[in-house]
């Protein structure tokens, strides 16, 4: 049982070393179909809803901001709340699902308060995971996924399932779970987090919702035409590939290959579908990270 419990971070990097192979060379063989040709004939065919995508990347980082503000006040810090609000996009940029945003952001703050951060930030990240499977489920619900043969089904599964995972936001330090250290240091700040976990929960739907429409948006200004079952279909890239393992940058590649995956036998196009996945990443992540760069400090002494 120890050596299993010991040896389980090398069979989970294994099996994320595996499943990223298998994406890459999905990707490389999708890739390999596209010439330059099909790509240079891409153009803005719709500036309104493209420019609409570039507007929605600036409220999806000030709904991400107002959770690390709701997240400082909690533990009553007030001091480099932008500085360090960058730093934790620049680390979270390197890590799958920016799950790594923590890293840079409690390298601000005196060694005392870097638990209370650490621990609120996976719960701020636990409520936007909620949201990605919540809205797969319900796209599941309503489309089904013919590639994996389910079919559509009741709403009344989607709801139970996103019953189980709000329960498990809620109430998961009250969860049997036998690490001393989770139960002796972890557990005290986060028994009076509900109003807390609430409010990032509110936060991280809406803001799942603004990027859902960022990707809608760049699909209508490459030309793809309007439909309310591309929406659902989009829900449901986010939902595979939060679900799938990584190793790197936000799941670049990862996404790209799940849309076209998802997409390619919906609205063919697979070049626009790489295309338009590319630049919402470069839109919410890359352009960010970038100027990000700078506000990355070393540990500060305390």
């Not at 139970?160 to 690490?179: A, M």
């Amino acid at each position: 049982m120890y050596k299993t419990i010991k040896n389980s971070p090398i069979v989970l990097l294994f099996v994320k070393f595996i499943f990223t192979g298998i994406v890459l060379s999905i990707f490389y063989k999708q890739l390999s179909k596209l010439s330059l040709i099909e790509f240079q004939d891409i153009e803005i065919k719709n500036p309104i809803p493209f420019g609409l995508a570039i507007l929605l990347a600036f409220i999806n980082q000030f709904l991400e901001y107002q959770k690390w503000n709701i997240t400082l006040r909690f533990i009553t810090e007030t001091k480099n709340k932008i500085q360090s609000f960058l730093a934790g996009v620049l680390t979270g940029f390197l890590t799958p699902n920016l799950i790594g945003n923590f890293i840079g952001r409690m390298y601000y703050y005196p060694r005392k308060k870097r638990p209370q951060i650490i621990a609120l930030t996976f719960v701020s990240n636990g409520a936007q995971f909620i949201a990605s499977i919540y809205f797969g489920l319900v796209s599941l619900a309503w489309l089904g996924q013919k590639q994996l043969n389910i079919p559509s089904f009741d709403f009344i599964f989607s709801s139970i399932g996103i019953g189980l995972l709000l329960i498990g936001y809620f109430f998961f330090e009250k969860l049997p779970i036998s690490i001393t250290k989770w139960k002796t240091k972890i557990i005290p700040l986060l028994s009076n987090t509900k109003e807390f976990r609430l409010q990032v929960l509110v936060l991280s739907v809406i803001r799942y919702l603004i990027f859902s429409l960022q990707y809608f948006f760049l699909f209508q200004g490459f030309g793809v035409p309007f439909s309310f079952e591309l929406l659902g279909w989009i829900w449901q890239i986010y939902f595979w590939s939060t679900l799938a393992p990584s190793l790197w940058m936000g799941k670049l590649v990862i996404r790209e290959s799940i849309a076209l995956w998802v997409l390619t036998p919906i609205i063919g196009h697979p070049e626009i579908i790489l295309f338009t996945s590319i630049s919402l990443w470069i839109l919410n992540h890359g352009i960010l990270a970038l100027i990000a760069i700078p506000f990355f400090k070393k540990q500060v002494e305390c």
